[in-house]
T-cell receptor, first 114, second 113 residues
Framework: DTEVTQTPKHLVMGMTNKKSLKCEQH?????MYWYKQKAKKPPELMFV???????INESVPSRFSPECPNSSLLNLHLHALQPEDSALYLC?????????????FGPGTRLTVL | AQSVTQLDSQVPVFEEAPVELRCNYS??????LFWYVQYPNQGLQLLLK??????LVKGINGFEAEFNKSQTSFHLRKPSVHISDTAEYFC???????????FGQGTELSVKP
């Protein structure tokens, strides 16, 4: 099983809302990632967790708050977003945080900020 | 720093024709190279990766790529494409000492009947 699941598939929110994106994997992977992908662009790394600890933060604005409550689950909490934050948010996981490991991607959450 | 250039933003091709998607990278250190595919409204799926060893790498769905260190290229090929290969293809690089996956801008492969 190489599946990474993400919920919800689609999310529409206003600029004053608070919402969360959820990502889950049951492959026993200990590294988990959040990427942001704008239309017709490549994914851009936002955060990396390794063994449930934040390992990389690519200078992401504080209105995005990641959380890794356990080894299978990764959340992205959203607050006071801007319309330019509308994008596809992809979660990925790998066995551990090493360069040779394959990252397995979920289908993404398509976020629209009004 | 590492960077990846995908030389073609769009590649239209007829079904059963061969295809090559071009990727060049630049890096002052050794890197690992990847090709991912993204079907419409889906996440990314690994096609193949080059870590070391044989420069010809075979992947899923009949794709293969050749690592050429002197030309800093990692072109993706398939001898005969199907309609179902229509997708966005991303070349990516990561330093072998760790770091983040850097993606190219993507190549949209469009297979026509």
């Amino acid at each position: 099983d190489t599946e990474v699941t993400q919920t919800p598939k689609h999310l529409v929110m206003g600029m004053t809302n608070k919402k969360s994106l959820k990502c889950e994997q049951h492959m026993g992977h200990r590294a988990m990632y959040w990427y942001k992908q704008k239309a017709k662009k490549p994914p851009e790394l936002m955060f990396v967790y390794s063994y449930e600890k934040l390992s990389i933060n690519e200078s992401v604005p504080s209105r995005f708050s990641p959380e890794c409550p356990n080894s299978s689950l990764l959340n992205l909490h959203l607050h006071a977003l801007q319309p330019e934050d509308s994008a596809l948010y992809l979660c990925a996981s790998s066995q551990v945080l090493v360069s040779t490991d394959t990252q397995y991607f979920g289908p993404g959450t398509r976020l629209t900020v009004l | 720093a590492q960077s990846v250039t995908q030389l073609d933003s769009q590649v239209p091709v007829f079904e059963e024709a061969p295809v090559e998607l071009r990727c060049n990278y630049s890096s002052s250190v050794s890197v690992y190279l990847f090709w991912y595919v993204q079907y419409p409204n889906q996440g990314l799926q690994l096609l193949l990766k080059y870590l070391s060893g044989s420069t010809l790498v075979k992947g899923i769905n009949g794709f293969e790529a050749e690592f050429n260190k002197s030309q800093t290229s990692f072109h993706l090929r398939k001898p005969s494409v199907h309609i179902s290969d229509t997708a966005e293809y991303f070349c990516a690089v990561i330093r072998n000492q760790g770091g983040k996956l850097i993606f190219g801008q993507g190549t949209e492969l469009s297979v026509k009947p």
